[in-house]
C-alpha cells in the first residue's frame, strides 16, 4: 500500500487566493483526519470524517476553511480567502474504524502551505 | 491542555538505550497512553501504546508505573534515524472523545 497521499506536497500562494489541499486515505480506512501544525500551536486536529461524513469540525479555525469527502478514497480541505497566518503544514491521516484504542492513524506526508 | 508533560529535549548516543520519560498524573482510567513520533518533514508516526500492563513491539518498549502517573519509552538501540519529536498522548478509547490530543513533544537527538 501506497499508504496515505497528499497532494500537493508544496503550495505557495498569494493572501485571498483560493487554496485545495487534497488527500487520499489508505484503502479500507473508514476515518480520515485532517491535522494543521505550526511552530506556535504544534500540531492540531481540525476535523474528522467517518464513512465520508464529518464528524468533528470544532477545530476548524473560522468559516474561510472547508472540507468534503465525496468518496471514501479522497478528501478536500480548502481555504478561501487564504491569509498569510494560514502558512503551516497541513497533514492528512487515515485510520481503520477511528478511534479505538487498537486503530492507530496513519499520517501522509503533509502539504506546506505558505500563504504570502 | 495535552495532560502530558515531557522534557522539552534529550541526547543519546548511538547505540546506546534512549529512555523518553512522561508524565501524566491525570489520567483516568479509561485512558491509554500513546506514542507517536515525528521525523523532520514527515507526518507523526505510531509507535505504541497501552492502557496499564508493560507493552513491547518490533521499535520500543512502554513501560508504565502501577500508579499510571508516569510511563517511560524506552528505544532498546537507538540509530540516527531515531532522531525525532516524540510525542506522549493520553486519549480515551471512545468516540470523539478519542482524538489524538498533540502536546510540545520531545526531540530526541541520537548521536554518533
Known amino acids: 500500500d501506497a499508504g496515505v497521499i497528499q497532494s500537493p506536497r508544496h503550495e505557495v500562494t498569494e493572501m485571498g487566493q483560493e487554496v485545495t489541499l487534497r488527500c487520499k486515505p489508505i484503502s479500507g480506512h473508514d476515518y480520515l483526519f485532517w491535522y494543521r501544525q505550526t511552530m506556535m500551536r504544534g500540531l492540531e486536529l481540525l476535523i474528522y470524517f467517518n464513512n465520508n461524513v464529518p464528524i468533528d469540525d470544532s477545530g476548524m479555525p473560522e468559516d474561510r476553511f472547508s472540507a468534503k469527502m465525496p468518496n471514501a478514497s479522497f478528501s478536500t480541505l480548502k481555504i478561501q480567502p487564504s491569509e498569510p497566518r494560514d502558512s503551516a503544514v497541513y497533514f492528512c491521516?487515515?485510520?481503520?474504524?477511528?478511534?479505538?484504542?487498537?486503530?492507530?492513524?496513519?499520517f501522509g506526508p503533509g502539504t506546506r502551505l505558505t500563504v504570502l | 491542555d495535552a495532560k502530558t508533560t515531557q522534557p522539552t529535549s534529550m541526547d543519546c548516543a548511538e547505540g546506546r538505550a534512549a529512555n523518553l520519560p512522561c508524565n501524566h498524573s491525570t489520567i483516568s482510567g479509561n485512558e491509554y497512553v500513546y506514542w507517536y513520533r515525528q521525523i523532520h518533514s514527515q507526518g507523526p508516526q505510531y509507535i505504541i501504546h497501552g492502557l496499564k500492563n508493560n507493552e513491547t513491539n518490533e521499535m520500543a518498549s512502554l513501560i508504565i508505573t502501577e500508579d499510571r502517573k508516569s510511563s517511560t519509552l524506552i528505544l532498546p538501540h537507538a540509530t540516527l534515524r531515531d532522531t525525532a519529536v516524540y510525542y506522549c498522548i493520553v486519549r480515551v478509547d471512545r468516540g470523539s472523545q478519542g482524538n489524538l490530543i498533540f502536546g510540545k513533544g520531545t526531540k530526541l537527538s541520537v548521536k554518533p
Open positions: 491521516a487515515s485510520s481503520l474504524g477511528g478511534l479505538s484504542s487498537y486503530n492507530e492513524q496513519f
